[in-house]
């Protein structure tokens, strides 16, 4: 079958840096299948021209070989102002020159999503019936926009048809999560409330917000990371195991995990926002800005198997290391044998997701030479193989229906009533602890896990 791809907005840097060089990698591996490419955008580029460009702004994010050549004649420039319906038809003129009788057609949309209505409203003029629409992040910025977007969009498509995206949970690691779970029957049966004592999912990065200043500033560490990257994984560490490993029983188990989650009784104890101190210096940044940069907060999930076991998630900028990982800490042994006459470490799995992927168990041995005292080891497995970009993966995805991965409309507004509930500012407008650039992030949040006598780990 063919496929036909039409990307806006094909000269920002996501095209760039990612969807291009997705695409060129399937182009290599399935020269079986014919594979076009529309490259929207609004610069007033001739076809030569784009494609010299694109020639050269991926240069650095593609190695490329004999076949790249054939690459760059797959792509077709056509100009589109998202307002303009003479637009439309015109770009229906560009997709009718490589339609065939057997083609599908996905329109990857990174776009703000204030032009999605101008996009819907326009898509008459296009009319493809089974076309598939990718949407990137953000899909609005609160439950009400949201909300909006889905109406608007649900007007001219069906649910089938759209697709979701969150490329966290693309990483090769993260898919790796429910294998690991449910593929040894070492880990599964103890993976519960009877034996975990918490769970720990942390995403930290280094950097600050940098030029994207006009977008995390409306978007907050809580939306931009929580709602979407950190509920996602969190679904995949504590759902039931689905029916069949199958696209609609997985969504429908992670969905049972979205409606489970509830923030810990205390409010003001169990959540911290946090800002780094530089945050009010970064280029055009309000003075006033309230935005949080950290966020950190302590969860539970009413489900039978893991209610009372305490999730802390944790996510931020401008912090001491690059990292996801995800946490699992066993209660401890009983008071007998060895702990009498030695202090014995929690038995850990540690999932990590980047900078390097992996997995890690922490479990204890008897000391050299001592017959009483026991000290702990790690055993760390990496995957050798080179895995695929997690862009890559999900337009193969796509590409065969196959929407395991991406997010349901269900599980958006389930994760935008949770998000809407914490940030809430009628009653309890949060408090912003600042934290100093490249710390591990505000006292505050060390606080939260002390005081149930815990620490993050790392």
């Not at 083609?103 to 999503?113: A, G, R």
């Not at 992927?357 to 000391?367: L, S, V």
Request: glycine content about 2%.
């Amino acid at each position: 079958m063919q496929t036909i791809f039409i990307i806006y907005w094909s000269t920002w840097d996501l095209a760039k840096r990612k969807l291009f060089p997705a695409l060129y990698n399937i182009f290599k591996d399935k020269k079986e299948q014919n594979i076009d490419i529309i490259a929207v955008g609004r610069r007033d580029f001739s076809n030569e021209e784009f494609i010299q460009y694109i020639d050269t702004e991926t240069s650095d994010f593609i190695e490329k070989e004999a076949d790249f050549k054939a690459f760059l004649n797959t792509i077709t420039y056509s100009k589109v102002e998202l307002t303009k319906s003479e637009d439309y038809s015109k770009l229906r003129g560009d997709i009718n020159k490589y339609e065939k009788k057997e083609t599908q057609v996905i329109f990857y949309l990174s776009i703000s999503p204030e032009y999605f209505d101008a996009f819907v409203d326009n898509y008459r003029y296009i009319d493809i019936k089974d076309a598939k629409i990718i949407f990137e992040k953000p899909f609005g910025t609160d439950l009400e926009t949201a909300k909006k977007l889905n109406t608007k969009i649900m007007e001219v498509f069906r649910e089938k048809q759209v697709y979701r995206i969150d490329h966290y949970v693309w990483k090769e690691a993260i898919q790796n999560i429910l294998a690991f779970r449910f593929a040894n029957i070492m880990f599964e049966p103890i993976w519960n409330n009877n034996y975990i004592d918490n769970i720990q999912i942390t995403a930290s990065e280094t950097v600050g917000v940098g030029d994207r200043w006009w977008y995390y500033d409306n978007s907050w560490a809580l939306r931009d990371m929580v709602q979407n990257h950190l509920f996602q994984v969190l679904s995949l560490v504590v759902m039931n195991p689905p029916s069949m490993i199958d696209s609609e029983w997985i969504r429908q188990e992670k969905l049972k995990v979205f409606r489970s989650i509830k923030l810990w009784n205390d409010y003001e104890k169990n959540i911290v926002f946090g800002q780094y101190d530089w945050y009010l210096w970064e280029k055009d940044v309000a003075q006033n800005s309230r935005t949080e940069t950290f966020v950190a907060m302590k969860l539970e999930v009413n489900s039978w198997n893991f209610i009372w076991v305490p999730i802390y998630l944790r996510t931020g900028k401008a912090l001491i290391e690059k990292s996801t990982q995800i946490v699992i800490e066993f209660k401890e042994v009983p008071d007998i044998l060895f702990k009498k006459f030695w202090p014995i470490s929690k038995n850990r799995i540690i999932l990590e997701i980047q900078p390097n992927e992996g997995i890690d168990i922490h479990f204890n041995i008897k000391e050299n030479w001592n017959s009483k005292e026991v000290e702990r080891v790690k055993s760390k497995f990496i995957k050798e193989i080179e895995s695929k970009e997690a862009y890559e993966k999900l337009l193969e995805d796509a590409i065969v229906w196959d929407k395991t991965l991406f997010t349901s409309w269900e599980m958006l507004e389930e994760t935008w009533k949770i998000v809407d509930n914490l940030v809430n500012c009628k009653n309890n407008c949060p408090i912003i602890h600042k934290y100093e650039k490249g710390s591990n992030g505000p006292i505050a949040s060390d606080i939260l896990l002390e005081n149930d006598r815990r620490k993050w780990y790392g």
